[in-house]
């Protein structure tokens, strides 16, 4: 009898960590309807509350398709992508896997993810009623290489208990970074509550946000330079969060910096009353924290006129160019976003769902928390967005690591924040080059 996704995953896990099964895709006569037995791998980065609701999709889609056994393959954010190269290296992706508007073209310039047009148009993977404005960031010369699981855009959470314990104001679509170190060094001296570094996981994103509002994106249109070259607004990113540590209102940065589920996280544990974030990522972080949170825009620099905030897809599902079962992972992939009984256990984790009868069928079943991302999504897309840049880089995954090492350097003290914003441009630079 085939074990539930669930158990399947907690039995491996009793053997290591992380867990990554063995052997590639397999052909199979049958199909989702139900001939021979099919055999899928499905890949994905996750978290608590995003791994158990993916799991539970797997088993109703098992029990759907009984000839159908899916074995998951799961892990978090920072050893997702070493993982997934790793498989690259070995041939072995699994059928489906999760990937990020930020590597799509690295893997499509190296031809290794499959071309979904054909799927769409024969409606294996019914897209219909959906806007192409979903569809667009997903898209490399004309064909589609990923699917939006939802769209999501870059945010901030905050617990309105302790601004309100510090008498602070809560902030409005029109703050600035100004008004947010004001209210940072505030709560720090009314409550003792500190304020996390910007975005340790990935600094770049907040640079990057920041960064827009000048007009200049952070790589130049064909990939070969950074798009900007005032190294003074990169200094002054760092010298915010600097002038918080001076303050004594910043969370040391060494453990800031240490990729943790969002349970041992700063802002779970009440030592940070703000977490930086994508919009799909409010439902675990709140759920973690496990009191009631409000979500912000990201702070505008004083007289920007341009928002850097932009309308994103939160992750794609693509189907590796390597896989030898591209039919029955196409199958799947439809399930998992038009299914209104998936979506029901999804409930849009992952981002607001692109398929509009599914936005329709969830929203009187999405917890107050989703509800309040639904409601920022539609703040941004009301005049708070401009349009998204085009994919990053190949060498973007290099860039990002000089990024966020660099960022440590510097709020450590290792390095001066003009230093260190010379050596991210001098090496980036040199870097996209090549």
Known sequence: MKKTAIALLLALSMVAPTFVVAGGSKDAAGSGGGAGPVELRLGWWGNPTRDERTLKVIDLYQAKYPNVSI??????????????????????LPD???????????????????DLTPFVKDKTINLAGVDESFLSGGRVDGKLYGISLGTNAVCMIYDPAVLAKAGVAEPTAKWTWADFEKMAVQIYQKTGVKTLPLFTTDPKVGFDNWIRQTGKPFYAPDGKSLGFTDAAQLEEYFNLQLR????????????????????????????SWVQYLWSNQVVSEQAALNKPVKIALLPKIAGSKRPGTFLKPSMFFAIPEMGTNKAEAAKFVNYFLTDIDANKVLL???????????????????????????????????????????????????????????????????????????????????????
Request: proline fraction near 6%; hydrophobic fraction near 45%.
């Open 348 to 434: 849009g984790e992952r981002g607001v769902p692109i398929i509009p009868s599914v936005r329709d069928a969830i929203k009187a079943d999405v917890n107050p928390v989703m509800q309040d991302v639904f409601a920022f999504i539609d703040l941004v897309g009301k005049g708070n967005a401009s349009p998204i840049d085009p994919p990053d880089p190949a060498a973007s995954g290099e860039v990002l690591k000089l990024f966020r090492d660099s960022t440590l350097a510097v709020l450590v003290g290792k390095v001066s924040s003009k230093d260190g914003a010379a050596m991210i441009m001098k090496q980036a630079n040199a870097i996209l080059a090549k």
């Open 71 to 92: 074995e998951p393959e799961t892990v978090g954010w920072g050893g997702y992508w070493d993982r997934i190269n790793t498989q690259v290296a070995a041939g072995n």
């Open 244 to 271: 918080l540590k001076e303050a004594g209102a910043l969370v040391n940065p060494d453990t800031a910096f240490i990729n943790v589920s969002p349970q041992e996280g700063a802002f779970a544990k009440g030592e």
């Open 96 to 114: 489906v896997m999760q990937h990020d508007y930020a590597y799509m073209l690295q893997f499509v310039g190296r031809k290794q993810l499959a």
